[in-house]
């Protein structure tokens, strides 16, 4: 058998993309909040305000995803809403969300993963320097405390951040998420460093709180994979993979996932930054590499590669006509084989892939659902790579399709459709697209038909 019998089958959400309730309950403002506000920022001026509403209506979602048998559910805790200023005092009536959503996702059978942070930053504390304060580790191991000593009874599984590579990246060095304000790359290094120590110290303080815990982290990849399967091309690819890219350096795998599972910094990153690195704490690695339970992986795609240029690995160009997603995201179902792989070979922890999907044009047809053959196509070709990896020995636990529902996508606002639970964000109506019943069919068989 492929998938192991308690494969966690399951979706992803994330606070802000599907909460709104922005200003209830003392939730205090993020920066993306803020960043929503600023005019040009966000496609259409749209915001997280009310999104999908998922604050009010968690219940009937946590209804759906039980009718369509999911074994997990990933969703995150919104930092502000547990402490509205970031640290100091904590607001109990943010923490009821989450028990009371807690409470409802373990009636329905469904195992609870937490996020600790998916990039709602308390705005408060980015008016004290964010990630560039030295106290910003200790302000998020707080956070961390405080949610495991509060919800560690029934919540076992965490994952502390996700996607570093965003939320310093896209959001430090090129901008076009919140903050969105570019920062020289020596104080990006150093708010590396700083979310690395946080991510380190909440894993002491979930162990602390939480004694048979199952701790993660969720960074994300571009997962390329080989042109060919000849040694030369399966080595350039690997190469490619972990590489540090010299004009995107925080687009990488090993800037965030070697300290955390290796205890160092790749030799790349001084070749290629060394006098812009930071100081680095004597115990500062060593609470960097805490042990983990997994890793939580997210991947979309990848590039081809293949053996060849100066460097020794090179893209191979796509040919016209490639398939891409309605966000104009390759289709690289080889990525769910190879990145598994390569994580594996170099990492040795047990997987997560912790989000994995794409956006549609979804419409309600005039028989009122929502026929989505693409997506099914798209799971069914990268499902089919991820089964053949876990085959083949890769240590795969379970698979989050990104997303529940459909929700705010960042600063392309609501323009593109992830779910596989279309939202009419006029009604806050809810209908499971045609990928839904394909998956809870997929679920039922554990993908042995795949
Ligand atoms: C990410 C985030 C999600 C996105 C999803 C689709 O991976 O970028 O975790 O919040 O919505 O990936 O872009």
Redesign the pocket.
Known sequence: MAFRKDFVWGG???SY?IEGAAAEDGRGPSIWDMFCKEPGRVLNGSTGDVAADHYHRYQEDVDIMKQLGYKGYRFSIAWPRIFPEGDGKLNGKGLDFYDRLLDSIIAAGIIPYATLY??DYPYALFRRGGWMNPDSPRWFADYAAAVAQRLGDRLKNYITF??PQ?FIGISYDSTEHAPGIHFPIWDTLLMAHHVLLAHGRAVQAIRAAVKDSQIGY?P?CSAHYPATDSPEDQEAARKAFFHIPPDRCFWSVSLWSDPVFLGKYPDELYTLHGPHMPKIGADDLRIISEPLDFLGQ?I?NGMEIRAGGPLGAEIVPRKDGYAFTA?K?PVTPESLYWGPKFLWERYKKPLYI??N?L?CADVVSLDGKVHDPARIDFLHRYLRCLKKAAEEGVDIRGYFH??VTD????A?GYT?R?GMVYCDYQTQRRIIKDSGYWYRDLIQNNGEEL
């Open positions: 992803a959400s994330a993309q998916h990039w996700n996607e965003c969720a994300t997210n979309y966000a995201w912790t989000e999907g956006s990104w997303c929700n705010f996508e960042w392309k593109d992830f």
